[in-house]
Protein backbone atom coordinates (compact mmCIF):
# COMPACT_ATOMS: atom_id res chain seq x y z
CA UNK A 1 0.00 0.00 0.00
CA UNK A 2 1.40 3.35 -1.14
CA UNK A 3 -0.55 5.48 0.58
CA UNK A 4 -2.61 6.03 -2.30
CA UNK A 5 -6.95 7.00 -2.46
CA UNK A 6 -9.01 7.34 -5.13
CA UNK A 7 -12.66 8.80 -5.09
CA UNK A 8 -15.35 7.47 -6.00
CA UNK A 9 -14.46 4.11 -6.19
CA UNK A 10 -17.70 3.36 -8.38
CA UNK A 11 -19.78 6.31 -10.63
CA UNK A 12 -22.02 5.79 -13.11
CA UNK A 13 -22.78 8.92 -14.91
CA UNK A 14 -24.90 10.08 -18.30
CA UNK A 15 -23.54 11.07 -21.52
CA UNK A 16 -22.13 15.11 -21.95
CA UNK A 17 -22.11 15.17 -17.82
CA UNK A 18 -18.86 16.41 -16.69
CA UNK A 19 -17.13 14.10 -14.01
CA UNK A 20 -14.30 14.26 -11.45
CA UNK A 21 -12.08 11.61 -10.19
CA UNK A 22 -10.16 12.50 -7.21
CA UNK A 23 -6.22 10.36 -6.33
CA UNK A 24 -4.93 11.53 -2.93
CA UNK A 25 -1.82 10.57 -1.72
CA UNK A 26 -0.33 10.33 1.63
CA UNK A 27 3.48 10.23 1.50
CA UNK A 28 4.79 13.76 -0.72
CA UNK A 29 5.46 12.03 -3.79
CA UNK A 30 6.31 14.27 -6.86
CA UNK A 31 5.41 12.37 -9.71
CA UNK A 32 1.24 11.41 -9.93
CA UNK A 33 -0.12 9.88 -12.98
CA UNK A 34 -3.52 8.74 -14.18
CA UNK A 35 -4.20 5.79 -16.47
CA UNK A 36 -7.09 3.75 -17.83
CA UNK A 37 -7.36 0.27 -18.59
CA UNK A 38 -9.51 -1.54 -21.36
CA UNK A 39 -9.94 -5.01 -22.50
CA UNK A 40 -7.59 -5.55 -25.17
CA UNK A 41 -5.17 -2.03 -24.47
CA UNK A 42 -4.04 -2.77 -21.17
CA UNK A 43 -3.07 0.22 -18.95
CA UNK A 44 -2.81 3.48 -20.70
CA UNK A 45 -1.72 6.83 -19.92
CA UNK A 46 -4.25 9.65 -19.66
CA UNK A 47 -2.04 12.60 -18.29
CA UNK A 48 0.80 12.89 -15.53
CA UNK A 49 2.34 15.70 -13.31
CA UNK A 50 6.11 16.53 -11.75
CA UNK A 51 4.85 18.70 -8.93
CA UNK A 52 1.90 21.28 -8.21
CA UNK A 53 0.47 22.94 -11.21
CA UNK A 54 3.32 20.94 -13.53
CA UNK A 55 1.43 18.20 -15.32
CA UNK A 56 1.43 16.75 -18.95
CA UNK A 57 -0.43 14.91 -21.28
CA UNK A 58 -0.25 11.42 -22.14
CA UNK A 59 -1.09 8.93 -25.10
CA UNK A 60 -4.75 9.44 -24.45
CA UNK A 61 -5.43 12.79 -22.93
CA UNK A 62 -8.11 14.20 -25.27
CA UNK A 63 -11.56 14.49 -23.33
CA UNK A 64 -9.23 14.76 -19.94
CA UNK A 65 -7.71 17.01 -18.19
CA UNK A 66 -5.61 17.63 -14.62
CA UNK A 67 -5.03 19.66 -11.86
CA UNK A 68 -2.83 19.35 -9.08
CA UNK A 69 -3.36 22.51 -6.83
CA UNK A 70 -1.38 20.55 -3.65
CA UNK A 71 0.73 18.05 -3.46
CA UNK A 72 -1.26 15.03 -1.84
CA UNK A 73 -4.33 15.42 -4.25
CA UNK A 74 -4.19 14.56 -8.34
CA UNK A 75 -8.13 15.30 -10.01
CA UNK A 76 -8.92 13.96 -13.70
CA UNK A 77 -11.96 16.04 -14.60
CA UNK A 78 -13.77 14.37 -18.01
CA UNK A 79 -15.36 17.83 -19.19
CA UNK A 80 -17.93 16.17 -20.92
CA UNK A 81 -18.51 12.47 -20.34
CA UNK A 82 -18.73 10.18 -23.43
CA UNK A 83 -19.67 6.05 -23.45
CA UNK A 84 -15.87 5.79 -24.70
CA UNK A 85 -14.57 7.27 -21.57
CA UNK A 86 -16.14 4.07 -19.42
CA UNK A 87 -13.30 2.45 -18.35
CA UNK A 88 -11.74 2.16 -15.15
CA UNK A 89 -9.21 4.68 -14.06
CA UNK A 90 -5.96 4.14 -11.76
CA UNK A 91 -3.89 6.79 -10.16
CA UNK A 92 -0.35 5.86 -9.97
CA UNK A 93 2.72 7.80 -7.91
CA UNK A 94 6.45 7.37 -8.37
CA UNK A 95 8.61 6.32 -5.30
CA UNK A 96 11.66 5.09 -3.99
CA UNK A 97 15.16 5.15 -5.91
CA UNK A 98 14.37 2.83 -8.68
CA UNK A 99 11.54 5.02 -10.06
CA UNK A 100 9.23 2.71 -9.89
CA UNK A 101 4.95 3.31 -10.11
CA UNK A 102 2.68 2.32 -7.16
CA UNK A 103 -0.80 2.11 -8.18
CA UNK A 104 -4.12 2.88 -6.53
CA UNK A 105 -7.34 0.58 -5.92
CA UNK A 106 -8.91 2.40 -8.96
CA UNK A 107 -12.33 4.09 -9.88
CA UNK A 108 -14.58 1.83 -12.10
CA UNK A 109 -16.62 4.57 -14.61
CA UNK A 110 -19.76 3.53 -16.45
CA UNK A 111 -21.22 6.15 -18.79
CA UNK A 112 -24.46 5.70 -19.90
CA UNK B 1 7.62 4.92 -29.67
CA UNK B 2 8.00 1.81 -26.99
CA UNK B 3 6.73 -1.00 -27.36
CA UNK B 4 5.82 -4.53 -25.03
CA UNK B 5 4.23 -6.98 -26.21
CA UNK B 6 3.21 -10.35 -23.71
CA UNK B 7 2.33 -13.63 -24.37
CA UNK B 8 0.80 -16.08 -24.10
CA UNK B 9 -2.44 -13.83 -23.14
CA UNK B 10 -3.95 -16.78 -21.62
CA UNK B 11 -2.36 -19.88 -19.31
CA UNK B 12 -3.67 -22.08 -17.67
CA UNK B 13 -1.33 -24.69 -15.51
CA UNK B 14 -2.21 -27.36 -12.89
CA UNK B 15 -1.13 -26.64 -9.17
CA UNK B 16 3.00 -27.75 -9.16
CA UNK B 17 3.32 -27.18 -13.09
CA UNK B 18 6.07 -24.55 -13.63
CA UNK B 19 6.26 -22.40 -16.97
CA UNK B 20 7.18 -19.11 -18.12
CA UNK B 21 5.73 -15.55 -19.38
CA UNK B 22 7.18 -13.84 -22.16
CA UNK B 23 7.53 -10.05 -22.48
CA UNK B 24 9.08 -8.63 -25.78
CA UNK B 25 9.94 -4.67 -26.08
CA UNK B 26 11.35 -2.49 -28.24
CA UNK B 27 12.45 0.68 -26.64
CA UNK B 28 15.14 3.53 -26.60
CA UNK B 29 17.40 3.09 -23.88
CA UNK B 30 15.90 1.29 -21.13
CA UNK B 31 15.67 3.22 -17.79
CA UNK B 32 13.80 -0.12 -16.18
CA UNK B 33 11.59 -3.14 -17.21
CA UNK B 34 8.69 -3.72 -14.34
CA UNK B 35 6.60 -6.70 -13.67
CA UNK B 36 3.38 -6.21 -11.73
CA UNK B 37 0.67 -8.61 -10.47
CA UNK B 38 -3.06 -7.56 -10.99
CA UNK B 39 -6.01 -8.96 -8.76
CA UNK B 40 -9.34 -8.87 -10.25
CA UNK B 41 -11.08 -5.77 -9.04
CA UNK B 42 -7.82 -4.21 -7.67
CA UNK B 43 -5.16 -1.67 -8.54
CA UNK B 44 -1.38 -3.89 -10.23
CA UNK B 45 0.73 -4.73 -7.24
CA UNK B 46 4.48 -4.12 -8.10
CA UNK B 47 6.65 -6.97 -8.22
CA UNK B 48 10.03 -6.74 -9.98
CA UNK B 49 12.29 -3.99 -11.72
CA UNK B 50 15.40 -5.17 -13.67
CA UNK B 51 17.55 -2.88 -15.44
CA UNK B 52 19.76 -4.42 -17.64
CA UNK B 53 20.71 -7.82 -19.44
CA UNK B 54 21.62 -10.63 -17.29
CA UNK B 55 19.85 -8.84 -14.61
CA UNK B 56 17.47 -11.57 -12.43
CA UNK B 57 15.40 -11.02 -9.33
CA UNK B 58 13.46 -13.90 -7.81
CA UNK B 59 10.20 -13.32 -4.81
CA UNK B 60 9.05 -16.61 -3.58
CA UNK B 61 7.95 -18.77 -6.72
CA UNK B 62 8.60 -16.27 -8.86
CA UNK B 63 11.73 -15.37 -10.90
CA UNK B 64 12.53 -12.30 -13.43
CA UNK B 65 15.14 -12.37 -16.06
CA UNK B 66 16.06 -9.44 -19.04
CA UNK B 67 18.05 -9.87 -22.20
CA UNK B 68 18.51 -7.11 -24.76
CA UNK B 69 14.82 -8.19 -26.53
CA UNK B 70 12.86 -9.56 -23.29
CA UNK B 71 12.03 -10.49 -19.95
CA UNK B 72 10.88 -14.13 -19.00
CA UNK B 73 9.07 -14.94 -15.76
CA UNK B 74 9.15 -18.04 -14.21
CA UNK B 75 6.81 -19.18 -11.63
CA UNK B 76 7.89 -22.24 -10.31
CA UNK B 77 5.42 -25.06 -8.74
CA UNK B 78 2.65 -22.59 -8.92
CA UNK B 79 -0.26 -22.75 -6.11
CA UNK B 80 -3.43 -21.43 -6.99
CA UNK B 81 -3.14 -18.07 -5.29
CA UNK B 82 -0.73 -17.34 -8.03
CA UNK B 83 -3.68 -16.30 -10.39
CA UNK B 84 -3.74 -13.61 -11.61
CA UNK B 85 -2.98 -11.45 -14.56
CA UNK B 86 1.03 -10.59 -14.43
CA UNK B 87 1.57 -7.13 -16.46
CA UNK B 88 5.39 -5.72 -18.03
CA UNK B 89 5.84 -2.37 -18.62
CA UNK B 90 8.62 -0.48 -20.28
CA UNK B 91 10.42 2.52 -19.17
CA UNK B 92 12.25 4.35 -22.28
CA UNK B 93 15.30 6.49 -21.89
CA UNK B 94 14.07 10.20 -21.72
CA UNK B 95 10.85 9.99 -20.11
CA UNK B 96 9.24 9.27 -16.94
CA UNK B 97 6.05 7.31 -18.54
CA UNK B 98 5.64 3.39 -18.67
CA UNK B 99 4.54 1.23 -21.33
CA UNK B 100 2.41 -1.51 -20.57
CA UNK B 101 1.67 -5.05 -22.19
CA UNK B 102 -1.79 -6.62 -21.93
CA UNK B 103 -0.69 -8.69 -19.72
CA UNK B 104 -0.89 -12.12 -19.58
CA UNK B 105 -3.95 -13.78 -17.48
CA UNK B 106 -2.53 -17.02 -15.38
CA UNK B 107 -4.67 -19.41 -13.97
CA UNK B 108 -3.47 -21.77 -11.40
CA UNK B 109 -6.29 -25.53 -10.91
CA UNK B 110 -5.51 -27.10 -7.66
Known amino acids: DAGITQSPRHKVTETGTPVTLRCHQT?????MYWYRQDPGHGLRLIHY???????DKGEVSDGYSVSRSKTEDFLLTLESATSSQTSVYFC???????????FGPGTRLLVL | EDQVTQSPEALRLQEGESSSLNCSYT??????LFWYRQDPGKGPEFLFT???AGEEKEKERLKATLTKKESFLHITAPKPEDSATYLC???????????FGKGTLLTVNP
Open chain 1, 92 to 102: AIKAGTQETQY
Open chain 1, 27 to 31: ENHRY
Open chain 1, 49 to 55: SYGVKDT
Open chain 2, 27 to 32: VSGLRG
Open chain 2, 50 to 52: LYS
Open chain 2, 89 to 99: AVQGGSNYKLT
